[in-house]
C-alpha cells in the first residue's frame, strides 16, 4: 500500500469554480501534512501544512485533514487561471517528506 | 525573501561519468535535502543531511550516491558513475531542525544522461 495515494486528475474547471483536491494516507501516525504547488519543470512551492486534524485557511486555500479517515484535502476558492498547476499533497515523516502523485489543475478563463 | 538555489540548471552527461550537483540552501537552515522527480512521475526523497551526516536515505540512494557539506553555504550531490535511469529533475530542499514540514525547494537541476 502506497504511503500517499492523491486522486490523478487532471482537473478542469472554470474561472471562479471551487477546486476540492485530495489524497489519502496509509500511517496513522503521520502528523504534519502540506501541500505543495508546482509549475512545470520548477521545483515545488510550499503552499500551506496541516498539524494533526481540523482545518487551516490562508485566502483563498483552505487545507483540511481528517485523521479518523486518513484523508487530507485541499480547497481553492474562487479559483483563477494563475491557479493551473500541479498540486502535491504530502506528509512529514522524520527526516522526510513523502509526496503523492500530484493532481494537474487547469482553470480555465 | 531567502530562496534556495541550484547550479547548474541542466546538466547533460555521458553514462558511467561523474556528476556534481550543487545546492545553496537558505541560510540559516540547518537540514537539507535532496528529491528526484523522474519526468512524469511524483517526487522521490533521496536523502536528508543535518549536522555533517546523513540522517535518513531511501533505497534510491545507493553507494552511487553520496552528499557532501564542503563549506558554510553548498549542499553537493555526487552521482558517481551515472546511468541513463539517473536522468531525473533533482531538487534540494532545505528546512529549520525539527520543521521538516517546511521545506523549502529550490528550482532544481535537470540532469540528462545519454
Known amino acids: 500500500q502506497k504511503e500517499v495515494e492523491q486522486d490523478p486528475g487532471p482537473l478542469s474547471v472554470p474561472e471562479g469554480a471551487i477546486v476540492s483536491l485530495n489524497c489519502t494516507y496509509s500511517?496513522?501516525?503521520?502528523?504534519?501534512f502540506m501541500w505543495y504547488r508546482q509549475y512545470s519543470r520548477k521545483g515545488p512551492e510550499l503552499l500551506m501544512y496541516t498539524y494533526s486534524s481540523g482545518n487551516k485557511e490562508d485566502g483563498r486555500f483552505t487545507a483540511q485533514v481528517d485523521k479518523s479517515s486518513k484523508y487530507i484535502s485541499l480547497f481553492i476558492r474562487d479559483s483563477q487561471p494563475s491557479d493551473s498547476a500541479t498540486y502535491l499533497c504530502a506528509i512529514a515523516d522524520a527526516g522526510k517528506s513523502t509526496f503523492g502523485d500530484g493532481t494537474t489543475l487547469t482553470v480555465k478563463p | 525573501e531567502p530562496e534556495v538555489t541550484q547550479t547548474p540548471s541542466h546538466q547533460v552527461t555521458q553514462m558511467g561519468q561523474e556528476v556534481i550537483l550543487r545546492c545553496v540552501p537558505i541560510?540559516?537552515?540547518?537540514?537539507f535535502y535532496w528529491y528526484r522527480q523522474i519526468l512524469g512521475q511524483k517526487v522521490e526523497f533521496l536523502v536528508s543531511?543535518?549536522?555533517?551526516?546523513?540522517?535518513?536515505k531511501s533505497e534510491i540512494f545507493d553507494d552511487q550516491f553520496s552528499v557532501e557539506r564542503p563549506d558554510g553555504s553548498n549542499f553537493t550531490l555526487k552521482i558517481r558513475s551515472t546511468k541513463l535511469e539517473d536522468s531525473a529533475m533533482y531538487f534540494c530542499?532545505?528546512?529549520?531542525?525539527?520543521?521538516?514540514?517546511?521545506?523549502?525547494f529550490g528550482p532544481g537541476t535537470r540532469l540528462t544522461v545519454t
Open positions: 541560510s540559516n537552515h540547518l537540514y
Open positions: 500511517n496513522s501516525a503521520f502528523q504534519y
Open positions: 530542499a532545505s528546512s529549520y531542525p525539527g520543521q521538516n514540514y517546511e521545506q523549502y
Open positions: 543531511f543535518y549536522n555533517n551526516e546523513i540522517s535518513e
